[in-house]
């Protein structure tokens, strides 16, 4: 094109022409996660569901037997149920006060520039792959829990010694895996707490943990309580962690127990597991996925009581 | 009992707060310190640079991780590709363009929950639909593909905030000069908002490296080298992660131990750099010293 010739009307319908693809491509791509969360949520049910519906949904959720390969099986996941609920709340209600005390240092009492330094040890300690938390368990915690074991049980004639792989060993781990969020997420809420509610309530001569506990703690209730159900989701979905520290058969959830949760029944059975096997295991993941869904739900009931 | 004013009341309950704080804090920081301790006590020893450019060979004798550092390299590359456009097209979408209120809500929904979905059901969901429904079974594309989905929210947040911080002046004064929308985001909005995307792209990487539940069903455990650089994404490939839990299933903590040395050495580079870009480019303090 002669550029002294050229109109500055000239390429209009082209740049008209990307102007509004742009826009269409972008909106299309702006809707993919809605898809995304449409079709895993229909893959979940359908994958899930056949097992329910052939094998009886009672016999399958509160079913106790977990013979997925006998000439009869059996497929109760009452336990895996159990285990996964009673694991992440107990570490749930291990790690809160750690967490939120840290982030009240972190937001109240540190320094700026101390505060800054722990800070991006926490972010570090987020960033660690959850399978290196799943070594050092099995290292460290493992061991050390069945010191604890020998020691309680040295005259039990009954008791079944798991070497350190039970409950208690996975609730340590989960514990470490979760303060990181719950940290982060209500040190952020603390932050949000405006400045003069501080320096009202020092000058009325309240102490600064006072000001801290009666104060700041109540109005950044709904920043910390969503810290709380992140905690438990992130728990919640925890696999690779756990999967060889918790012992991984499948008992009642006690501390000195071989248990087998949600996340780590897929992780150690679905590479080998075949026809009804496999799909009491998508199974398991749909229950799974419910809860996490459920988590979802609460949370941004919480978020959105927040902002009122 | 001295009843001036003058004299501070010593509260009993005050000073086991603030043990407690100081207990805790130090509890979590040491927590970090000794990981990050224990892992090199226990891997130096055996760490060697030989490690990390050589295959794992019965044959030959020799121990080696590189497979496992191309696979996990195929599988950032492969997943940023396909999630980078998405997650910031998208977020530019929602953020200059989209009118419809309701359709952000929508949107910023379905990537929290996505942000929530635990990686195990991700696994799950990518050996169903990109495994058995496309037919690519176990494969670096399988895993690429799953992952994209996972590492989608993060994108598209730090994106969005990122587009926050740009200063409206600047698109007022592109868009007033006659530039067309596109343009103006292309030209002026984007190179302002790179820090953030950077942020965010960094944290995704970190994320790929560090996952292992979703692979362990969608990339599989394959450890050969690749043969072609684009027939290898239909290959399975064990990444880092999958490798040191295969180690460590077989009770080979040597081996896992080292893994496990190398990659918390990338993740902590990588959480710096990501800190390093977003101290470094923070648009918003630019406009507030130009002021």
Not at chain 1, 19 to 29: P, T
Not at chain 1, 159 to 180: C, D, E, K, R, Y
Not at chain 2, 51 to 78: A, F, K, M, Q
Not at chain 2, 150 to 164: F, G, H, Y
Request: net charge positive.
């Amino acid at each position: 094109m002669n550029k002294e010739m050229t109109s500055i009307n000239s390429d209009l319908k082209k740049r008209e022409v990307v102007e509004k693809s742009a826009e269409h491509i972008l909106r299309f791509l702006s809707i993919v996660s809605i898809i995304a969360v449409i079709v895993i949520t229909g893959y979940m049910l359908m994958a899930g569901t056949p097992a329910l519906l052939k094998y009886g949904i009672f016999d399958i959720l509160f079913g106790t037997v977990w013979q997925p390969t006998s000439s009869n099986p059996s497929f109760g996941i009452l336990y895996v149920i159990l285990t996964s609920i009673v694991g992440v709340t107990i570490a749930v209600i291990i790690a809160v006060p750690i967490g939120l005390l840290t982030a009240i240092h972190l937001s109240e009492i540190a320094t700026r520039r101390s505060s800054k330094w722990m800070k991006t040890a926490i972010e570090l300690l987020a960033g660690i792959p959850s399978i290196v938390y799943g070594l050092l368990g099995v290292q460290i915690i493992n061991p050390i829990i069945y010191q604890l074991e020998l020691l309680i049980f040295k005259n039990s004639a009954t008791h079944q010694f798991t070497g350190g792989s039970n409950l208690l060993a996975a609730i340590l781990v989960l514990v470490i895996m979760i303060l990181p969020t719950l940290i982060s997420v209500s040190e952020n809420a603390l932050r949000a707490v405006p400045n003069n509610y501080r320096t009202s309530s020092l000058a009325l001569g309240a102490s600064k943990m006072q000001t801290i506990f009666k104060v700041i703690l109540p109005s950044a209730k709904s920043g910390i309580i969503s810290a709380i159900v992140l905690g438990i989701g992130r728990a919640m979905g925890e696999a690779m962690a756990i999967v060889l520290v918790a012992g991984n058969t499948i008992h009642i959830p006690l501390p000195f127990s071989s248990v087998r949760f949600l996340t780590t029944a897929i992780v150690s059975e679905m590479g080998y597991a075949q026809g009804a096997h496999r799909e009491v295991l998508f199974t398991i993941g749909l229950v799974l996925f419910l809860f996490i869904m459920l988590i979802n739900v609460m949370l941004s009931a919480v978020l959105k009581r927040g902002e009122e | 009992m001295n009843q001036s004013i003058t004299n501070k009341k010593k509260r009993k309950k005050d000073t086991v707060a603030l043990v407690l704080i100081y207990l805790s804090s130090g509890f979590s920081i040491g927590l970090l310190l000794l990981i990050l301790g224990y892992v090199a006590f226990k891997a130096v020893p055996y760490f060697s640079f030989k490690y990390l450019y050589s295959t794992t060979s019965i044959i030959d004798h020799t121990v080696g991780i590189l497979p496992n550092i191309i696979n996990t390299l195929y599988l950032v590359i492969v997943t940023l590709l396909i999630a980078c456009p998405i997650g910031i097209g998208g977020a530019i979408y929602l953020h200059e363009y989209a009118k419809n209120q309701k359709l952000v809500r929508i949107v910023t929904f379905a990537n929290e929950v996505l942000a929530g979905i635990p990686s195990i059901i991700y696994g799950l969901f990518g050996m169903l639909f990109f495994g058995v429904y496309l037919g690519w079974g176990f494969s670096i594309l399988t895993g690429a593909c799953t992952l994209s989905l996972m590492v989608l929210p993060i994108i598209t947040r730090n994106t969005q905030t990122s587009l926050e911080t740009v200063p409206k002046s600047y698109r007022e004064a592109a868009l007033g000069l006659g530039t067309n929308k596109w343009y103006m985001i292309r030209t002026v909005l984007l190179p302002s908002a790179i820090p953030g995307v950077l942020t965010g792209v960094i944290l995704s990487i970190g994320r790929i490296i560090s996952e292992s539940a979703a692979l362990l069903f969608t990339a599989g455990s394959g450890v050969l080298l690749p043969k072609g650089l684009f027939s290898h994404l239909f290959n399975s490939g064990a990444t880092l992660t999958i490798q040191l839990y295969l180690e460590m299933s077989k009770a080979n903590y040597e081996n896992a131990f080292v893994i496990a040395f190398v990659l918390v050495i990338v993740v902590l580079l990588l959480n710096l750099f990501a800190k390093f870009i977003a101290s470094k480019w923070d648009v918003s303090k630019v406009e507030n010293n130009g002021k």
